[in-house]
Protein backbone atom coordinates (compact mmCIF):
# COMPACT_ATOMS: atom_id res chain seq x y z
CA UNK A 1 0.00 0.00 0.00
CA UNK A 2 1.27 3.36 -0.80
CA UNK A 3 1.87 5.94 2.08
CA UNK A 4 -0.96 7.85 3.44
CA UNK A 5 1.04 11.19 3.04
CA UNK A 6 4.86 11.33 1.06
CA UNK A 7 7.00 14.26 0.62
CA UNK A 8 10.08 14.42 -1.05
CA UNK A 9 12.72 17.88 -1.10
CA UNK A 10 9.87 20.04 -0.17
CA UNK A 11 9.96 23.43 -0.55
CA UNK A 12 8.54 26.68 0.57
CA UNK A 13 9.81 30.15 0.82
CA UNK A 14 7.66 33.77 1.29
CA UNK A 15 9.96 36.25 -0.48
CA UNK A 16 13.88 35.72 1.07
CA UNK A 17 12.33 33.91 3.99
CA UNK A 18 12.64 30.11 3.61
CA UNK A 19 9.61 28.68 5.38
CA UNK A 20 10.29 25.01 4.48
CA UNK A 21 13.91 23.29 3.43
CA UNK A 22 13.62 20.37 1.70
CA UNK A 23 11.21 18.22 3.31
CA UNK A 24 10.95 15.06 3.27
CA UNK A 25 8.35 12.87 5.27
CA UNK A 26 6.29 9.45 4.75
CA UNK A 27 3.22 8.59 6.82
CA UNK A 28 1.57 5.12 6.66
CA UNK A 29 -1.97 4.37 6.32
CA UNK A 30 -4.07 4.03 9.67
CA UNK A 31 -1.67 5.59 11.77
CA UNK A 32 -1.45 8.63 13.91
CA UNK A 33 1.64 11.21 13.14
CA UNK A 34 2.40 14.20 15.31
CA UNK A 35 4.55 17.10 13.84
CA UNK A 36 6.24 18.93 16.53
CA UNK A 37 8.24 22.08 16.36
CA UNK A 38 8.55 25.44 18.00
CA UNK A 39 6.73 28.15 16.79
CA UNK A 40 7.55 29.71 13.49
CA UNK A 41 9.60 25.89 12.79
CA UNK A 42 7.00 25.45 9.73
CA UNK A 43 4.44 23.30 10.64
CA UNK A 44 1.32 24.70 9.52
CA UNK A 45 2.65 25.74 6.32
CA UNK A 46 3.55 22.04 5.75
CA UNK A 47 -0.18 21.31 6.58
CA UNK A 48 -1.45 23.98 4.53
CA UNK A 49 0.64 22.29 1.52
CA UNK A 50 -0.45 18.90 2.03
CA UNK A 51 -4.33 20.14 2.30
CA UNK A 52 -3.60 21.66 -1.33
CA UNK A 53 -4.09 25.44 0.20
CA UNK A 54 -0.61 26.47 -0.72
CA UNK A 55 1.93 25.73 -3.38
CA UNK A 56 5.19 24.39 -3.14
CA UNK A 57 8.11 26.33 -4.27
CA UNK A 58 10.11 22.81 -5.20
CA UNK A 59 9.47 19.39 -4.16
CA UNK A 60 6.82 16.58 -4.36
CA UNK A 61 3.73 15.78 -1.98
CA UNK A 62 1.11 13.00 -2.43
CA UNK A 63 -1.24 12.67 0.24
CA UNK A 64 -3.88 9.27 -0.04
CA UNK A 65 -1.97 8.72 -3.37
CA UNK A 66 -2.89 11.97 -5.45
CA UNK A 67 0.41 15.17 -6.19
CA UNK A 68 -1.16 17.97 -4.47
CA UNK A 69 -0.35 19.89 -7.23
CA UNK A 70 -1.15 17.91 -10.04
CA UNK A 71 -4.55 15.96 -8.45
CA UNK A 72 -5.83 18.57 -6.47
CA UNK A 73 -9.35 17.98 -6.01
CA UNK A 74 -8.68 14.36 -5.90
CA UNK A 75 -6.75 15.44 -2.80
CA UNK A 76 -9.43 17.40 -1.23
CA UNK A 77 -11.78 14.86 -1.53
CA UNK A 78 -10.07 12.26 0.38
CA UNK A 79 -8.59 15.25 2.76
CA UNK A 80 -10.57 17.03 6.24
CA UNK A 81 -8.84 19.63 8.14
CA UNK A 82 -9.10 21.14 11.14
CA UNK A 83 -6.99 24.47 11.26
CA UNK A 84 -5.92 26.06 14.81
CA UNK A 85 -9.11 28.00 15.33
CA UNK A 86 -12.16 26.79 14.95
CA UNK A 87 -14.45 27.72 11.86
CA UNK A 88 -17.94 27.19 12.89
CA UNK A 89 -21.00 30.51 12.63
CA UNK A 90 -21.63 31.35 16.28
CA UNK A 91 -25.00 32.40 14.99
CA UNK A 92 -25.89 28.79 13.52
CA UNK A 93 -26.69 26.26 16.12
CA UNK A 94 -24.40 23.05 16.04
CA UNK A 95 -26.70 21.01 13.95
CA UNK A 96 -26.99 23.54 11.29
CA UNK A 97 -23.35 23.84 10.99
CA UNK A 98 -23.14 20.64 10.61
CA UNK A 99 -26.38 20.04 7.80
CA UNK A 100 -24.84 23.82 5.98
CA UNK A 101 -21.34 21.99 6.00
CA UNK A 102 -22.62 18.54 4.66
CA UNK A 103 -25.06 20.32 2.30
CA UNK A 104 -21.60 22.20 0.72
CA UNK A 105 -19.64 18.76 1.02
CA UNK A 106 -22.21 17.20 -1.53
CA UNK A 107 -24.83 15.20 0.36
CA UNK A 108 -28.89 15.53 -0.25
CA UNK A 109 -30.99 17.33 2.39
CA UNK A 110 -31.91 13.74 3.89
CA UNK A 111 -28.30 12.78 4.08
CA UNK A 112 -26.77 16.21 5.67
CA UNK A 113 -29.78 15.82 8.32
CA UNK A 114 -28.53 12.31 9.41
CA UNK A 115 -25.04 12.80 9.13
CA UNK A 116 -25.53 15.80 11.65
CA UNK A 117 -27.22 13.47 13.79
CA UNK A 118 -24.77 10.90 13.48
CA UNK A 119 -21.75 13.20 14.35
CA UNK A 120 -23.27 15.15 17.17
CA UNK A 121 -23.94 11.96 19.26
CA UNK A 122 -20.64 10.64 18.11
CA UNK A 123 -18.89 13.78 19.40
CA UNK A 124 -20.65 14.18 22.64
CA UNK A 125 -23.06 17.65 21.17
CA UNK A 126 -26.12 15.95 20.96
CA UNK A 127 -27.86 17.32 24.05
CA UNK A 128 -26.65 21.01 22.61
CA UNK A 129 -26.89 20.59 19.19
CA UNK A 130 -30.20 23.11 18.92
CA UNK A 131 -28.32 25.36 20.73
CA UNK A 132 -26.38 28.60 18.72
CA UNK A 133 -22.54 27.83 18.68
CA UNK A 134 -21.84 31.28 20.53
CA UNK A 135 -23.76 29.79 23.77
CA UNK A 136 -20.48 26.74 23.65
CA UNK A 137 -17.45 26.37 25.26
CA UNK A 138 -14.39 26.37 23.48
CA UNK A 139 -14.34 22.45 23.89
CA UNK A 140 -17.30 21.98 22.65
CA UNK A 141 -16.41 24.50 19.44
CA UNK A 142 -13.32 22.42 18.89
CA UNK A 143 -15.18 19.36 18.62
CA UNK A 144 -18.00 21.21 16.28
CA UNK A 145 -15.17 21.93 14.31
CA UNK A 146 -13.76 18.64 14.20
CA UNK A 147 -17.12 16.96 13.54
CA UNK A 148 -17.68 19.40 10.87
CA UNK A 149 -14.44 18.32 8.98
CA UNK A 150 -15.80 14.91 8.90
CA UNK A 151 -19.31 15.24 7.63
CA UNK A 152 -18.33 13.17 4.39
CA UNK A 153 -18.76 9.62 4.83
CA UNK A 154 -15.92 8.38 6.92
CA UNK A 155 -14.29 5.78 4.12
CA UNK A 156 -13.91 9.13 1.99
CA UNK A 157 -11.95 10.21 4.10
CA UNK A 158 -8.15 9.13 3.88
CA UNK A 159 -6.42 11.94 5.55
CA UNK A 160 -7.38 13.80 8.57
CA UNK A 161 -4.94 17.24 9.39
CA UNK A 162 -5.24 18.53 13.15
CA UNK A 163 -3.17 21.52 13.04
CA UNK A 164 -2.66 22.10 16.71
CA UNK A 165 -6.29 21.12 17.73
CA UNK A 166 -6.33 21.44 21.28
CA UNK A 167 -4.34 24.98 21.48
CA UNK A 168 -6.05 26.50 24.10
CA UNK A 169 -8.34 23.73 25.50
CA UNK A 170 -8.54 23.31 29.25
CA UNK A 171 -7.59 19.40 29.99
CA UNK A 172 -10.87 17.82 30.11
CA UNK A 173 -11.55 19.34 26.46
CA UNK A 174 -8.13 18.13 25.35
CA UNK A 175 -8.92 14.73 26.80
CA UNK A 176 -12.02 14.30 25.25
CA UNK A 177 -10.30 15.27 22.01
CA UNK A 178 -7.82 13.06 22.70
CA UNK A 179 -10.01 9.63 22.73
CA UNK A 180 -11.69 11.30 19.21
CA UNK A 181 -8.39 11.34 17.26
CA UNK A 182 -7.89 7.09 19.21
CA UNK A 183 -11.47 6.66 17.39
CA UNK A 184 -10.59 7.83 14.04
CA UNK A 185 -7.28 6.31 13.97
CA UNK A 186 -8.92 3.00 15.15
CA UNK A 187 -11.15 3.20 12.38
CA UNK A 188 -8.58 2.70 9.95
CA UNK A 189 -8.08 6.99 9.05
CA UNK A 190 -4.74 8.53 9.39
CA UNK A 191 -4.00 11.58 11.54
CA UNK A 192 -1.74 14.23 11.04
CA UNK A 193 -1.14 16.35 14.00
CA UNK A 194 1.14 19.25 14.32
CA UNK A 195 1.09 20.19 18.19
CA UNK A 196 3.34 22.29 20.61
CA UNK A 197 1.98 20.23 23.68
CA UNK A 198 4.78 17.23 24.07
CA UNK A 199 2.29 15.24 26.06
CA UNK A 200 -0.28 15.04 23.26
CA UNK A 201 1.88 13.53 20.92
CA UNK A 202 3.83 11.14 23.33
CA UNK A 203 0.08 9.43 23.98
CA UNK A 204 -1.42 9.78 20.03
CA UNK A 205 1.07 9.60 17.83
CA UNK A 206 2.42 5.91 16.19
CA UNK A 207 5.39 8.09 14.92
CA UNK A 208 6.52 11.77 15.76
CA UNK A 209 8.92 13.97 13.84
CA UNK A 210 10.80 16.88 15.41
CA UNK A 211 11.40 20.16 12.79
CA UNK A 212 12.60 23.39 12.89
CA UNK A 213 13.98 26.27 10.91
CA UNK A 214 12.06 24.00 8.20
CA UNK A 215 13.63 21.13 8.54
CA UNK A 216 13.59 17.62 10.33
CA UNK A 217 15.67 17.21 13.09
CA UNK A 218 14.81 13.23 14.05
CA UNK A 219 11.95 10.99 13.72
CA UNK A 220 10.53 7.78 15.32
CA UNK A 221 8.66 6.35 18.03
CA UNK A 222 8.47 8.41 21.05
CA UNK A 223 10.28 5.91 22.91
CA UNK A 224 12.89 5.74 19.75
CA UNK A 225 13.56 9.47 20.37
CA UNK A 226 13.44 9.49 23.78
CA UNK A 227 16.44 6.48 23.67
CA UNK A 228 18.29 8.49 21.12
CA UNK A 229 18.51 11.19 23.28
CA UNK A 230 19.00 9.52 26.83
CA UNK A 231 17.58 7.27 28.84
CA UNK A 232 17.69 9.43 31.88
CA UNK A 233 18.76 12.93 32.82
CA UNK A 234 20.53 13.96 35.28
CA UNK A 235 19.65 17.50 36.70
CA UNK A 236 22.18 19.39 38.45
CA UNK A 237 21.94 22.34 40.20
CA UNK A 238 24.93 24.77 40.53
CA UNK A 239 26.58 26.68 42.96
CA UNK A 240 27.43 29.96 41.20
CA UNK A 241 27.94 31.13 37.45
CA UNK A 242 31.15 29.88 37.16
CA UNK A 243 30.22 25.84 37.65
CA UNK A 244 27.30 26.55 35.45
CA UNK A 245 29.56 27.66 32.68
CA UNK A 246 31.89 24.85 33.23
CA UNK A 247 30.24 22.42 32.82
CA UNK A 248 27.48 23.88 29.71
CA UNK A 249 29.25 21.66 26.88
CA UNK A 250 27.89 18.58 28.80
CA UNK A 251 24.29 19.71 29.28
CA UNK A 252 21.28 18.56 27.17
CA UNK A 253 19.43 21.17 28.95
CA UNK A 254 20.11 24.61 29.99
CA UNK A 255 18.27 26.51 32.73
CA UNK A 256 20.72 29.60 33.84
CA UNK A 257 17.90 31.30 35.50
CA UNK A 258 18.11 28.72 38.09
CA UNK A 259 21.45 27.54 37.27
CA UNK A 260 20.61 24.27 36.39
CA UNK A 261 22.22 21.89 33.73
CA UNK A 262 20.44 18.70 32.26
CA UNK A 263 22.99 15.70 31.69
CA UNK A 264 21.90 12.50 29.71
CA UNK A 265 23.11 9.49 31.60
CA UNK A 266 21.27 5.68 31.67
CA UNK A 267 20.48 5.62 34.85
CA UNK A 268 22.80 3.56 36.45
CA UNK A 269 23.33 4.14 40.14
CA UNK A 270 27.27 3.20 38.71
CA UNK A 271 27.02 6.04 36.08
CA UNK A 272 25.31 8.51 38.36
CA UNK A 273 27.93 8.03 40.61
CA UNK A 274 30.46 8.45 38.13
CA UNK A 275 29.01 11.52 36.90
CA UNK A 276 29.03 13.36 40.16
CA UNK A 277 32.48 12.63 40.92
CA UNK A 278 33.85 13.02 37.78
CA UNK A 279 31.36 16.66 36.95
CA UNK A 280 32.08 17.33 40.41
CA UNK A 281 35.12 15.91 41.82
CA UNK A 282 36.01 18.76 45.04
CA UNK A 283 32.38 17.93 45.92
CA UNK A 284 31.60 21.43 45.75
CA UNK A 285 29.77 22.66 42.64
CA UNK A 286 26.61 20.68 42.33
CA UNK A 287 24.28 21.87 45.30
CA UNK A 288 21.55 19.07 44.56
CA UNK A 289 20.62 16.39 41.71
CA UNK A 290 17.54 14.73 40.59
CA UNK A 291 17.19 12.16 38.32
CA UNK A 292 14.23 11.39 36.03
CA UNK A 293 13.10 9.18 33.09
CA UNK A 294 13.94 10.96 29.59
CA UNK A 295 10.66 12.86 28.12
CA UNK A 296 9.44 14.27 24.53
CA UNK A 297 10.05 17.69 26.40
CA UNK A 298 13.67 17.03 26.62
CA UNK A 299 13.50 15.53 23.06
CA UNK A 300 12.13 19.02 22.10
CA UNK A 301 14.71 20.74 23.93
CA UNK A 302 17.56 18.79 22.87
CA UNK A 303 16.84 19.14 18.92
CA UNK A 304 15.81 22.96 18.92
CA UNK A 305 17.70 24.21 21.87
CA UNK A 306 20.13 27.13 21.43
CA UNK A 307 23.16 26.06 23.69
CA UNK A 308 23.90 29.37 25.45
CA UNK A 309 27.00 30.67 25.95
CA UNK A 310 26.73 32.84 28.64
CA UNK A 311 24.27 33.54 31.62
Keep these: MPPAVETTGLRKAYGDLPVLESLDLRVEE ?3 FA ?11 T ?35 TGQFAAVDE ?37 AGGRRVKTYSGGMRRRLDLAAGLVRDPGQTAVVFLDEPTTGLDPRSRQELWEIVRDLSDGGTTVFLTTQYLEEADRLADRVAVMDAGRILAEGTAQ ?25 GRAVHHSPESLTLGIPTDGSAREVRALLDALDPDRTD ?18 TEKKPTHV
Design 91 to 127: MQTGAENLRMTARLSGLSRPAAGRRAAELLERFGLAD
Design 47 to 81: VRILATLTRPDAGHARVAGYDVVAERSRVRRAISL
Design 35 to 45: LLGPNGAGKTT
Design 286 to 303: VVRFALHTATLDDVFLTL
Design 224 to 248: DLKSRVAGHRLDLVLRDRESYLRLT
Design 30 to 32: GTV
